[in-house]
């Protein structure tokens, strides 16, 4: 179930230099929604988020959450808003703990009881992590590092979510884990935002879907539509 809209981008323009990475992205984003976006390497998938997240600056075109204007807030203050970023690659501390790298995650809050809280879901969500606590992120497995990392953007408390491409690099079982993981997350009511190569996976967790080719939205709609579609079926799942 999805609320009203809670993210919407438009007319978003991004470049690196002289080159245009994103050339007047729109899209939105429900509240407790999930929805993905799939495309080729290079399409722009990651600088959508990172301009989202202020990790990369907009040239123009408008970032809205909650029906304020983010464009151009810092990505500690866009994380103070409520949107955290899971970023490609995990981006772990390596050689601070399992409980440092969590602790990283709530650095924008104060409310010691909260993030207690917060700590006890995460290591609910991620029994592995509450074993592996104390040591060092970077002695974990590839799919642990990958829980952590979503462990670490859940204690921020965010509303919603960017997950850039979550199953790079995991072996097929540990996909499996991590989508479900994440599919959970947006039951309890976390909105989702997730960028993923898997198109197929995605497109089967995901309520709705953009396609993004060289900066551009080609195609939108339902994700189980969006699956069905010819075009999408030759491009990205091997039909």
């Given at each position: 179930?999805?609320g009203g809209t809670l993210l919407a981008l438009?007319?978003?323009?991004?470049?690196?230099?002289?080159?245009?990475?994103?050339?007047?992205?729109?899209?939105?984003?429900?509240?407790?929604?999930?929805?993905?976006?799939?495309?080729?390497?290079?399409?722009?998938?990651?600088?959508?988020?990172?301009?989202?997240?202020?990790?990369?600056?907009?040239?123009?075109?408008?970032?809205?959450?909650?029906?304020?204007?983010?464009?151009?807030?810092?990505?500690?203050?866009?994380?103070?808003?409520?949107?955290?970023?899971?970023?490609?690659?995990?981006?772990?501390?390596?050689?601070?703990?399992?409980?440092?790298?969590?602790?990283?995650?709530?650095?924008?809050?104060?409310?010691?009881?909260?993030?207690?809280?917060?700590?006890?879901?995460?290591?609910?969500?991620?029994?592995?992590?509450?074993?592996?606590?104390?040591?060092?992120?970077?002695?974990?497995?590839?799919?642990?590092?990958?829980?952590?990392?979503?462990?670490?953007?859940?204690?921020?408390?965010?509303?919603?979510?960017?997950?850039?491409?979550?199953?790079?690099?995991?072996?097929?079982?540990?996909?499996?884990?991590?989508?479900?993981?994440?599919?959970?997350?947006?039951?309890?009511?976390?909105?989702?935002?997730?960028?993923?190569?898997?198109?197929?996976?995605?497109?089967?967790?995901?309520?709705?879907?953009?396609?993004?080719?060289?900066?551009?939205?080609?195609?939108?709609?339902?994700?189980?539509?969006?699956?069905?579609?010819e075009h999408v079926k030759k491009a990205y799942?091997?039909?």
């Amino acid at each position: 179930m999805s609320g009203g809209t809670l993210l919407a981008l438009e007319g978003l323009v991004a470049r690196y230099g002289a080159v245009t990475a994103l050339a007047g992205v729109s899209l939105t984003v429900d509240a407790a929604e999930f929805v993905c976006l799939i495309g080729a390497n290079g399409a722009g998938k990651s600088t959508t988020l990172k301009a989202i997240s202020g990790l990369v600056p907009a040239a123009s075109g408008r970032i809205r959450f909650d029906r304020q204007d983010i464009h151009g807030l810092s990505p500690q203050e866009i994380l103070r808003r409520g949107i955290a970023h899971c970023p490609e690659g995990r981006r772990v501390f390596p050689y601070m703990t399992v409980d440092e790298n969590l602790a990283m995650g709530a650095y924008v809050r104060t409310d010691a009881a909260g993030i207690a809280a917060d700590l006890d879901r995460v290591f609910a969500h991620f029994p592995i992590l509450a074993e592996r606590r104390r040591q060092p992120a970077g002695t974990l497995s590839g799919g642990e590092q990958q829980m952590l990392a979503i462990g670490r953007a859940l204690m921020a408390r965010p509303r919603l979510i960017l997950f850039d491409e979550p199953s790079l690099g995991l072996a097929p079982t540990v996909v499996e884990t991590v989508f479900g993981i994440i599919a959970g997350i947006q039951r309890e009511g976390t909105t989702v935002l997730m960028v993923e190569q898997n198109a197929y996976m995605a497109l089967q967790l995901a309520s709705r879907a953009y396609v993004l080719e060289t900066g551009r939205i080609v195609l939108e709609g339902p994700a189980r539509a969006l699956a069905d579609d010819e075009h999408v079926k030759k491009a990205y799942l091997g039909g």
